[in-house]
């Protein structure tokens, strides 16, 4: 069974819109664990401009689930990682300006950093997943990193717009997924994934988690509505 990590950084950035209390990503975590959630997943941004530090304490105080920590390869987090213990840490790059994670990371270009950081984090007992591009040269320095499991990053695949780039991006995510599990790591894939383009991906032979956020906070948005608006009416009926 592939496991479903539910992504809950869109609770934490609809409360931030208002910088107000709710919706209180700890709630969300919750209902996401009830619903059947194997995973939660929570970025802590440098900027802290969703997820902070309070709800990763809370989380990590009441998520019963795998809490996935997605984190850019710093001192400051890493610190902040090895203190919480979440049962997974996600090394994703991080930009400021950018809406969100726009591409894997770049192990090439850092690798005795981020090989540092890995020991670091396991040696606090956190497994440790590397956020990839399908691209071999990342996948092969990934490998050689130490890291548990690498998550492909699949956004090129949700966001092309023909069938040929859908079926030639696919193709690249299935090759980079052997490469993977060839070499004995777990595989992992997210970004982009919706209701519409997840099945070819849950399909990868020796799949094991997908990460999902966007896609599954929309819907819950459009399921719950109409209750919430249900509740409002009824409130107002009896005053
Ligand atoms: N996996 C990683 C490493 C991510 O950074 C994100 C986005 O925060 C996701 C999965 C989930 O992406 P989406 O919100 O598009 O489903």
């Not at 819109?17 to 969300?28: I, K, L, M, N, Y």
């Not at 009441?62 to 400051?76: D, F, Q, S, Y």
């Not at 994670?101 to 690798?111: I, K, N, P, R, S």
Request: hydrophobic share 40%; proline share 3%; glycine share 8%.
């Amino acid at each position: 069974m592939i496991e479903l990590g539910v992504n809950i950084d869109h609770v934490a950035t609809l409360r931030q819109a208002r910088r107000t209390v709710e919706p209180d990503p700890v709630w969300g975590a919750v209902l996401a664990e009830l619903g059947g959630a194997d995973g939660i997943t929570v970025h802590l941004r440098e900027d802290r401009r969703h997820i902070n530090d309070r709800d990763i304490t809370l989380l990590r105080e009441t998520v019963r689930c795998k809490l996935n920590m997605e984190m850019a390869a710093i001192g400051e987090i890493t610190e902040i990682a090895c203190k919480i213990k979440p049962d997974q840490v996600t090394l994703v790059p991080e930009r400021r300006e950018e809406i969100t994670t726009e591409g894997g990371l770049y192990v090439t270009d850092q690798f005795d950093n981020i090989q540092k950081i890995i020991k670091r984090l396991q040696e606090s007992g956190i497994v440790v997943s590397l956020f990839l591009d399908p691209d071999n040269s990342q996948i092969d320095a990934g490998i050689k990193t130490g890291c548990n499991a690498i998550e492909i990053h699949t956004g090129r695949y949700a966001n092309a717009k023909d069938q040929k780039s859908v079926s030639d991006e696919l193709l690249r995510i299935i090759n980079a997924g052997k490469i993977i599990t060839d070499a004995g790591l777990r595989l992992h894939a997210g970004h982009g994934l919706t209701y519409h383009n997840v099945i070819p991906i849950a399909k990868i032979p020796n799949m094991a988690e997908l990460n999902i956020g966007h896609s599954i906070i929309a819907r819950s948005i459009m399921v719950g509505l109409k209750e919430a608006v249900r509740e409002m009416k009824k409130l107002l009926t009896i005053q």
